[in-house]
Protein backbone atom coordinates (compact mmCIF):
# COMPACT_ATOMS: atom_id res chain seq x y z
CA UNK A 1 0.00 0.00 0.00
CA UNK A 2 1.46 3.38 -0.80
CA UNK A 3 0.21 6.73 -0.24
CA UNK A 4 -0.40 8.89 -3.12
CA UNK A 5 2.89 10.74 -3.57
CA UNK A 6 1.02 14.28 -5.40
CA UNK A 7 -1.01 15.21 -2.44
CA UNK A 8 0.01 17.17 0.31
CA UNK A 9 -3.26 16.93 2.11
CA UNK A 10 -3.66 12.97 2.67
CA UNK A 11 -4.64 10.74 5.67
CA UNK A 12 -1.10 10.74 6.97
CA UNK A 13 -0.62 14.97 6.88
CA UNK A 14 -3.82 14.86 9.88
CA UNK A 15 -5.89 17.50 9.90
CA UNK A 16 -5.34 20.75 8.20
CA UNK A 17 -6.11 23.52 11.06
CA UNK A 18 -5.66 27.09 11.77
CA UNK A 19 -2.98 28.19 14.05
CA UNK A 20 -3.71 27.18 17.76
CA UNK A 21 -5.73 29.77 18.81
CA UNK A 22 -4.12 29.28 22.78
CA UNK A 23 -0.77 30.01 21.30
CA UNK A 24 -2.11 33.23 20.13
CA UNK A 25 -1.42 31.52 16.45
CA UNK A 26 1.94 31.31 17.39
CA UNK A 27 3.88 28.11 15.42
CA UNK A 28 7.00 28.34 16.96
CA UNK A 29 8.51 29.15 20.42
CA UNK A 30 10.56 32.82 20.17
CA UNK A 31 14.42 32.18 19.09
CA UNK A 32 16.32 31.25 21.16
CA UNK A 33 14.06 29.06 23.40
CA UNK A 34 14.44 26.45 21.65
CA UNK A 35 12.82 23.03 24.11
CA UNK A 36 14.33 19.80 23.05
CA UNK A 37 11.46 16.93 22.49
CA UNK A 38 12.63 15.09 25.27
CA UNK A 39 14.09 17.72 27.33
CA UNK A 40 12.62 17.40 30.85
CA UNK A 41 10.82 19.54 32.07
CA UNK A 42 9.91 20.45 36.08
CA UNK A 43 7.89 23.42 37.96
CA UNK A 44 9.67 26.12 39.98
CA UNK A 45 8.04 25.46 43.26
CA UNK A 46 6.36 28.89 44.82
CA UNK A 47 7.52 30.49 41.76
CA UNK A 48 6.58 33.75 41.51
CA UNK A 49 5.07 34.88 38.33
CA UNK A 50 5.59 38.66 36.66
CA UNK A 51 3.07 40.55 37.24
CA UNK A 52 2.34 40.60 33.22
CA UNK A 53 2.02 36.99 33.13
CA UNK A 54 -1.01 35.50 31.38
CA UNK A 55 -1.73 32.24 31.79
CA UNK A 56 -4.06 30.58 29.86
CA UNK A 57 -6.15 27.07 30.83
CA UNK A 58 -3.59 25.20 28.95
CA UNK A 59 -0.70 27.22 30.79
CA UNK A 60 -2.17 26.01 33.76
CA UNK A 61 -3.01 22.37 33.00
CA UNK A 62 0.62 22.07 31.46
CA UNK A 63 1.96 23.43 34.83
CA UNK A 64 -0.02 21.08 36.68
CA UNK A 65 1.69 17.71 35.27
CA UNK A 66 4.77 18.98 35.80
CA UNK A 67 5.42 18.75 39.48
CA UNK A 68 7.54 15.68 39.07
CA UNK A 69 10.40 15.81 35.82
CA UNK A 70 8.88 14.99 32.67
CA UNK A 71 9.62 15.11 29.04
CA UNK A 72 8.33 16.78 26.93
CA UNK A 73 7.19 14.40 24.71
CA UNK A 74 5.55 12.71 27.19
CA UNK A 75 3.94 16.16 28.64
CA UNK A 76 2.57 16.59 25.05
CA UNK A 77 1.13 12.88 24.72
CA UNK A 78 -0.67 12.99 28.29
CA UNK A 79 -2.34 16.26 28.24
CA UNK A 80 -2.97 15.69 24.39
CA UNK A 81 -1.93 18.68 22.80
CA UNK A 82 0.42 18.55 20.01
CA UNK A 83 4.37 19.03 20.91
CA UNK A 84 4.23 22.20 18.85
CA UNK A 85 2.14 23.68 21.11
CA UNK A 86 3.10 22.61 24.15
CA UNK A 87 7.02 23.62 23.30
CA UNK A 88 5.20 27.35 22.36
CA UNK A 89 3.11 27.29 25.88
CA UNK A 90 6.39 25.77 27.56
CA UNK A 91 8.41 28.76 26.24
CA UNK A 92 6.32 31.14 27.83
CA UNK A 93 6.17 29.02 31.21
CA UNK A 94 9.65 29.29 30.92
CA UNK A 95 10.45 33.36 30.31
CA UNK A 96 7.92 33.49 33.40
CA UNK A 97 10.11 31.70 35.38
CA UNK A 98 7.39 29.15 36.41
CA UNK A 99 9.35 26.31 34.68
CA UNK A 100 12.92 24.70 34.21
CA UNK A 101 14.08 22.85 31.29
CA UNK A 102 16.81 20.85 31.69
CA UNK A 103 18.31 19.64 28.36
CA UNK A 104 20.59 16.44 28.48
CA UNK A 105 24.30 17.84 28.31
CA UNK A 106 25.66 16.69 24.93
CA UNK A 107 29.64 16.34 24.83
CA UNK A 108 32.12 13.82 23.21
CA UNK A 109 32.59 12.30 27.23
CA UNK A 110 28.97 12.42 28.06
CA UNK A 111 27.82 11.53 24.90
CA UNK A 112 30.17 7.53 25.33
CA UNK A 113 28.76 7.42 28.97
CA UNK A 114 25.52 7.91 27.91
CA UNK A 115 25.66 5.38 25.37
CA UNK A 116 27.73 3.14 27.50
CA UNK A 117 24.55 3.63 29.71
CA UNK A 118 21.94 2.61 27.41
CA UNK A 119 24.10 -0.35 25.93
CA UNK A 120 24.25 -1.67 29.47
CA UNK A 121 20.59 -0.75 29.87
CA UNK A 122 19.19 -2.88 26.93
CA UNK A 123 22.04 -5.74 27.79
CA UNK A 124 19.61 -6.09 31.11
CA UNK A 125 16.72 -5.89 29.60
CA UNK B 1 27.93 10.58 36.06
CA UNK B 2 28.04 14.25 34.80
CA UNK B 3 25.37 13.91 32.40
CA UNK B 4 22.76 13.71 34.48
CA UNK B 5 21.33 16.80 36.54
CA UNK B 6 21.24 17.46 39.76
CA UNK B 7 19.41 19.88 41.57
CA UNK B 8 22.21 21.08 44.46
CA UNK B 9 19.15 22.79 46.55
CA UNK B 10 16.52 20.03 46.74
CA UNK B 11 19.28 17.27 45.72
CA UNK B 12 15.91 16.09 42.65
CA UNK B 13 17.61 13.72 39.92
CA UNK B 14 16.87 15.05 36.85
CA UNK B 15 16.18 11.37 34.38
CA UNK B 16 18.66 11.65 31.79
CA UNK B 17 17.10 10.89 28.64
CA UNK B 18 18.46 9.43 25.09
CA UNK B 19 16.35 8.57 21.57
CA UNK B 20 16.73 6.40 19.18
CA UNK B 21 15.12 6.86 15.72
CA UNK B 22 13.44 4.54 13.82
CA UNK B 23 12.94 5.34 9.93
CA UNK B 24 12.38 3.01 7.13
CA UNK B 25 9.59 3.05 4.02
CA UNK B 26 5.84 3.46 4.82
CA UNK B 27 4.44 -0.02 6.42
CA UNK B 28 7.39 -1.76 6.79
CA UNK B 29 6.84 -2.42 10.26
CA UNK B 30 8.36 0.82 12.25
CA UNK B 31 5.58 1.35 14.45
CA UNK B 32 5.43 -2.72 15.43
CA UNK B 33 8.91 -2.58 16.24
CA UNK B 34 8.51 0.21 18.52
CA UNK B 35 5.75 -1.62 20.50
CA UNK B 36 7.79 -4.89 20.60
CA UNK B 37 10.04 -3.55 23.28
CA UNK B 38 8.63 -0.10 24.39
CA UNK B 39 7.06 -0.26 28.12
CA UNK B 40 4.42 1.05 26.55
CA UNK B 41 1.60 1.06 23.86
CA UNK B 42 3.40 3.36 21.13
CA UNK B 43 2.27 6.81 21.92
CA UNK B 44 1.65 9.31 19.43
CA UNK B 45 1.70 13.15 19.45
CA UNK B 46 1.99 15.72 16.79
CA UNK B 47 4.27 18.21 15.51
CA UNK B 48 2.46 21.55 14.19
CA UNK B 49 3.91 22.68 11.04
CA UNK B 50 3.47 26.11 10.05
CA UNK B 51 3.39 26.96 6.06
CA UNK B 52 7.03 28.24 5.79
CA UNK B 53 8.52 24.76 7.20
CA UNK B 54 6.20 22.51 4.08
CA UNK B 55 7.87 24.97 1.86
CA UNK B 56 4.70 25.90 0.53
CA UNK B 57 4.70 29.56 -1.56
CA UNK B 58 1.54 31.75 -0.06
CA UNK B 59 1.25 34.93 -1.40
CA UNK B 60 -2.22 35.19 -0.88
CA UNK B 61 -1.46 37.11 3.04
CA UNK B 62 -1.94 36.36 6.91
CA UNK B 63 -5.59 35.26 6.39
CA UNK B 64 -4.83 32.07 4.16
CA UNK B 65 -2.11 30.84 6.44
CA UNK B 66 -2.38 26.97 7.59
CA UNK B 67 -1.02 24.58 10.11
CA UNK B 68 -1.04 21.42 9.22
CA UNK B 69 0.04 18.31 11.92
CA UNK B 70 2.20 15.05 11.94
CA UNK B 71 1.93 12.46 13.74
CA UNK B 72 4.55 11.21 15.10
CA UNK B 73 4.97 7.78 17.38
CA UNK B 74 7.12 7.03 19.83
CA UNK B 75 8.02 4.58 22.81
CA UNK B 76 9.60 4.44 25.83
CA UNK B 77 12.32 2.00 28.08
CA UNK B 78 13.08 3.03 31.61
CA UNK B 79 16.26 1.02 32.66
CA UNK B 80 16.48 3.00 35.84
CA UNK B 81 14.28 5.89 37.13
CA UNK B 82 17.59 7.96 35.94
CA UNK B 83 17.90 7.10 32.61
CA UNK B 84 14.81 6.56 29.81
CA UNK B 85 15.15 5.71 26.03
CA UNK B 86 12.92 7.04 23.65
CA UNK B 87 12.44 5.42 20.54
CA UNK B 88 10.91 7.69 17.99
CA UNK B 89 9.51 6.35 14.50
CA UNK B 90 9.90 8.47 12.09
CA UNK B 91 8.03 10.09 9.45
CA UNK B 92 7.82 7.79 6.82
CA UNK B 93 7.75 9.95 3.46
CA UNK B 94 10.08 12.46 2.06
CA UNK B 95 7.86 15.51 2.52
CA UNK B 96 8.39 15.42 6.35
CA UNK B 97 12.27 15.62 6.33
CA UNK B 98 12.77 18.85 7.80
CA UNK B 99 11.27 16.88 10.93
CA UNK B 100 13.98 14.46 11.31
CA UNK B 101 16.57 17.01 11.81
CA UNK B 102 14.84 17.43 14.74
CA UNK B 103 14.58 13.63 15.54
CA UNK B 104 17.96 13.21 14.68
CA UNK B 105 19.49 15.97 17.27
CA UNK B 106 21.11 14.58 19.59
CA UNK B 107 20.18 10.49 18.97
CA UNK B 108 22.29 7.83 20.12
CA UNK B 109 21.78 6.74 16.70
CA UNK B 110 18.92 5.23 13.94
CA UNK B 111 18.02 2.06 12.32
CA UNK B 112 17.02 2.00 8.84
CA UNK B 113 13.91 -1.08 8.79
CA UNK B 114 14.02 -2.51 5.18
CA UNK B 115 11.87 -5.16 3.45
CA UNK B 116 13.71 -6.37 1.22
CA UNK B 117 10.84 -6.61 -1.39
CA UNK B 118 11.03 -3.05 -1.41
CA UNK B 119 14.43 -2.55 -0.51
CA UNK B 120 14.42 1.07 -2.73
CA UNK B 121 11.80 2.32 0.26
CA UNK B 122 15.11 3.05 2.72
CA UNK B 123 17.36 4.53 0.19
CA UNK B 124 16.50 7.71 1.07
CA UNK B 125 16.46 7.03 4.82
CA UNK B 126 19.78 5.89 4.30
CA UNK B 127 21.49 8.58 2.29
CA UNK B 128 20.01 10.51 5.04
CA UNK B 129 21.82 9.41 7.69
CA UNK B 130 24.93 9.12 5.81
CA UNK B 131 25.02 12.62 4.59
CA UNK B 132 24.29 13.88 8.59
CA UNK B 133 26.74 11.13 9.93
CA UNK B 134 24.37 10.01 11.87
CA UNK B 135 25.45 6.24 13.24
CA UNK B 136 22.81 3.82 11.70
CA UNK B 137 22.30 -0.03 10.68
CA UNK B 138 20.26 -1.56 8.36
CA UNK B 139 17.74 -4.19 10.02
CA UNK B 140 16.08 -6.51 7.40
CA UNK B 141 12.49 -7.22 8.70
CA UNK B 142 11.68 -10.58 8.14
CA UNK B 143 8.58 -10.45 7.38
CA UNK B 144 6.92 -14.33 6.59
CA UNK B 145 7.10 -15.49 3.35
CA UNK B 146 9.32 -12.80 2.11
CA UNK B 147 12.64 -13.93 0.24
CA UNK B 148 15.27 -14.40 2.81
CA UNK B 149 18.55 -12.60 1.66
CA UNK B 150 21.80 -12.59 3.00
CA UNK B 151 23.16 -9.50 5.02
CA UNK B 152 25.79 -8.99 2.41
CA UNK B 153 23.57 -8.69 -0.64
CA UNK B 154 21.76 -6.02 1.05
CA UNK B 155 24.79 -3.97 2.07
CA UNK B 156 25.77 -4.52 -1.52
CA UNK B 157 22.37 -3.83 -2.74
CA UNK B 158 21.90 -0.73 -0.72
CA UNK B 159 25.76 0.39 -1.71
CA UNK B 160 26.35 0.91 2.41
CA UNK B 161 29.80 1.56 3.50
CA UNK B 162 30.95 -1.78 4.96
CA UNK B 163 31.75 -0.40 8.41
CA UNK B 164 27.66 -0.05 8.58
CA UNK B 165 26.40 -3.28 10.37
CA UNK B 166 23.33 -4.85 8.33
CA UNK B 167 21.40 -7.39 10.55
CA UNK B 168 17.81 -9.77 10.24
CA UNK B 169 15.52 -9.03 12.67
CA UNK B 170 11.53 -9.87 13.50
CA UNK B 171 10.16 -6.62 14.25
CA UNK B 172 7.53 -8.32 16.10
CA UNK B 173 9.86 -9.79 18.46
CA UNK B 174 11.35 -8.47 21.63
CA UNK B 175 14.69 -9.67 22.03
CA UNK B 176 15.10 -9.50 18.30
CA UNK B 177 14.51 -5.74 18.44
CA UNK B 178 16.54 -5.48 21.76
CA UNK B 179 19.27 -7.13 19.61
CA UNK B 180 18.96 -4.56 16.89
CA UNK B 181 19.30 -2.23 19.42
CA UNK B 182 22.04 -3.41 21.31
CA UNK B 183 24.15 -3.82 17.78
CA UNK B 184 23.05 -0.05 16.66
CA UNK B 185 24.50 0.95 20.21
CA UNK B 186 27.66 -1.20 19.78
CA UNK B 187 28.23 0.46 16.68
CA UNK B 188 27.26 3.77 17.66
CA UNK B 189 30.00 3.88 20.45
CA UNK B 190 32.30 2.43 17.66
CA UNK B 191 31.73 5.51 15.55
CA UNK B 192 32.15 7.74 18.42
CA UNK B 193 35.69 6.53 18.81
CA UNK B 194 36.72 7.23 15.78
CA UNK B 195 34.36 10.58 15.34
CA UNK B 196 34.86 11.80 18.82
CA UNK B 197 33.31 15.12 17.82
CA UNK B 198 29.59 13.53 17.19
CA UNK B 199 26.99 14.32 19.17
CA UNK B 200 23.99 14.83 16.29
CA UNK B 201 24.73 17.97 14.34
CA UNK B 202 23.54 21.20 16.06
CA UNK B 203 19.95 22.34 14.86
CA UNK B 204 19.91 25.80 13.04
CA UNK B 205 19.34 28.28 14.98
CA UNK B 206 15.92 29.61 15.52
Known amino acids: ?125 | MDYRHSDPVKAEVVPATAKILIAGGFGVGKTTLVGAISEIRPLSTEEVLSDRSIGIDDTSGADRKTTTTVAMDFGRITFRTDLTLYLFGTPGQERFWFMWDELAYGAVGAVVLADTRRLADCFAAVDYFEHRATPFLVAVNCFDGAPSHQPEDVQIALDLDPDTPVVLCDARQRDSVKKVLIALVRHAITTSRANPEYQGKPLPAG
Do not use: F
Request: glycine share 8%.
Open chain 1, 1 to 125: MSAPRDRWLDREAGPIVRPYAVTKGRTAPAPGSYVGLIDVVTAVAGARLPTDARLNRDHRRLLSYCHQPITVVDLASDIDLPVGVVRVLLSDLRQYGALRVVATPRGPATHERLLRDVLDGLQTL
